[in-house]
């Protein structure tokens, strides 16, 4: 049985495209960082042991990674 890997852990086969790379402006003046639209949305790189180490304690917890993830950078 050949198993396929998880959407977004595998790069796909073929040439990469070069990174696109966002330029922060900075806000004007007057216009405070508090303002501007947030995604709710972020990307993080850990090393595989701290991963490792979080999809464990997650599961235990019986929450998703992101769940606990999200919790403790909440301060929860």
């Not at 198993?3 to 852990?9: F, I």
């Not at 995604?39 to 992101?66: D, M, T, W, Y």
Request: hydrophobic share 40%; charged share 25%; aromatic share 4%.
């Amino acid at each position: 049985m050949l198993l396929q890997p998880r959407l977004g852990l595998r790069s796909p086969p073929g040439p990469r495209r070069p990174l696109q790379r966002r330029v922060e402006v900075p806000p004007a003046p007057g216009f405070s960082i508090a303002d501007r639209h947030y995604s709710g949305k972020f990307q993080v790189r850990v090393p595989e042991k701290v991963h490792r180490r979080l999809a464990i304690r997650a599961a235990e917890q019986g929450v998703s990674l992101n769940a606990l993830a999200s919790s403790r950078l909440a301060g929860a």
